[in-house]
């Protein structure tokens, strides 16, 4: 694996950065991609190149990127890459991306290969029968070609993944890779430390939600894979707790339903997508991650910075669960699925005063060891190693 050097960058670069959503709103990957902007602006010349744009950080140069069509996305996303590539192809150190796209000296890898989730652990017809369904689909040949254009290394290039989990699924889908990667996993700005009772009740009340009760927050984008679904049946056996929902409107018909089938819906609270998290950290009493798929859970740091106790699915769910020590940092959920095992989980938190002081402690030192300060040393690394290779 491909080990950054320890110097400061010599020289001031020009960076052009590729991310189609640049807002706070988009999900991990864009809070990632704008904390690293944030972080490097006062250092280098940065360009962003996006489709959405909702930031600002003095000297960044921002440049909207036009839509050929909302959908299908495939086809915007070559119509993207193609735009940027034609946009960044001179003038610029080095460029980095957060997309799929063929060009980028840095390629930064978010989720899992497309080519791995189709091909990994079949054989025979099996594997036959998936090559079947990629030919026979312009969505898959499309982003399979413009994966292998991303993981090739005709040229210099780092790809950087966002948790040490990653690289092995990595490896096994692109192996020649493997001395160019590098992880830099996401971080926190700073340790806000846990919210006093009054500073929980204002936040409650300027959200609208119950002042008194076990406050359970779920933040994130895809309901269904971060395993809302699963909580909402366990909010069930919580009679004392509330459920605050901060992510993607347009699932929240969906899942209102599930809990009004589930007797829950007047305990469950759908903020939507909020510019701001903090308020919502700072109302809760914990945070309940039992996702089924996820390379590292950012909102699972976020929440620790705070002060929360965390209820997260272990490996090979979640990504940070990796780094994290059981019983200590965050309690681990062996199967996502297990309604009852979550259950137990938030009643400990609840109701274990020693445990929950614990898992506050434990939080705290975690998110000051993953700073964004730190994790942008290492990004700037990079940009200078890539700009010294031409």
Known sequence: MKQSGQQEPARRLRIAVLNRQFSATGGGAERYSMALVAQLAAQHEIHVFAQHIDHDVPGVSYHRVSKLVSRPRWLNQLWYAGVTWWATRRGFDVVHSHENTWHGQV???HVLPIKYNLFQGRQGWAYGLRWLKVLTSPRLLVYLALERSRFALRRPRTIVLTSQTLVAQTLQAYPACHHAIEVITPGVDRVYGTADR???????????????????LFVGNDYRKKGLGVLIHALAALPDSFLVVVGNPAQVPVFRAQAEAAGVAARVFFLGALRDVGPAYVAADC???PTQEDTFAMVVLEAMAHGLPVVVSAQPYCGIAALLQPGRDALLLDNPHDVQALVAALQQCRHDLGLAERLRTGALAFAGAHLWAAQARRQAQIYQQMADAG
């Open 107 to 109: 390629q930064t890898v």
């Open 198 to 216: 009054t500073e929980q009740v204002a936040a409650r009340q300027a959200l609208g939600v119950p002042l008194v009760g076990q406050c359970i």
């Open 287 to 289: 945070l309940a991650h």
